[in-house]
């Protein structure tokens, strides 16, 4: 499969635990997003990466969120002590963009998070 | 803040049926309206629209752009049960180093019984 591939797939916690998750985007795309949906809503932009680099960063973004793209590869967002306000499906996309140029942007499926 | 805003948020039809789904907008440094679809998992590019008046077409699903009024609508002919989905309309801007930040609306959830 040489689509945007995201793991684990679902993910259950206890508030106040920390959780990880991990985007790996088609390999010739140097631009990598992560969106944030709840039900019924469409989803929310969280972050972008351009090779390596964090460009933006969305006020949604608390400080108990990180994103890294190490390498300019496969990217992680980590929630520190989690609350149930989290609970939401996590997208990553990806895309290979050049100056203004975006290109189509590909979704992975997703990991949803639910904490109890 | 951009915002988008899509209208009816459900819709229910028959078969064979003919649906229009809209997309308002307001957004600072425009770039491109887009629309997906997303069945029980990623969503998946339909069509991006940069410019007003042209109509894109894939199959039964056209879009049109209107810049001036700040809408696109999404239309699908001949309606199949497959084309069941939550359709969403997303609007891209540019400013400073960001590019193909999206911001979405709820998108509207269509549903095609037989």
């Known amino acids: 499969d040489t689509g945007v591939s995201q793991n684990p797939r679902h993910k259950i916690t206890k508030r106040g635990q920390n959780v990880t998750f991990r985007c790996d985007p088609i390999s010739e795309h140097n631009r990598l997003y992560w969106y944030r949906q709840t039900l019924g809503q469409g989803p929310e932009f969280l972050t972008y990466f351009q090779n390596e680099a964090q460009l933006e960063k969305s006020r949604l973004l608390s400080d108990r969120f990180s994103a890294e793209r190490p390498k300019g590869s496969f990217s992680t967002l980590e929630i520190q002590r989690t609350e149930q306000g989290d609970s939401a499906m996590y997208l990553c996309a990806s895309s290979f963009g050049t100056g203004f140029y975006t290109g189509e942007l590909f979704f992975g499926e997703g990991s949803r998070l639910t904490v109890l | 803040e951009d915002k988008v805003v899509q209208s009816p948020l459900s819709l229910v039809v028959h078969e064979g049926d003919t649906v229009t789904l809209n997309c308002s907008y307001e957004?600072?440094?425009?770039?491109?309206l887009l629309w997906y679809k997303q069945e029980k998992k990623a969503p998946t590019f339909l069509f991006m629209l940069?410019?007003?008046?042209i109509e894109k077409k894939s199959g039964r699903l056209s879009s049109i752009l209107d810049k001036k009024e700040l809408f696109s609508i999404l239309n699908i002919t001949a309606t199949q049960t497959g084309d069941s989905a939550v359709y969403l309309c997303a609007v891209e801007s540019a400013g400073g180093t960001s590019y193909g930040k999206l911001t979405f609306g709820q998108g509207t959830i269509l549903t095609v019984h037989p």
């Open positions: 940069t410019s007003s008046g």
């Open positions: 957004v600072t440094n425009f770039r491109s």
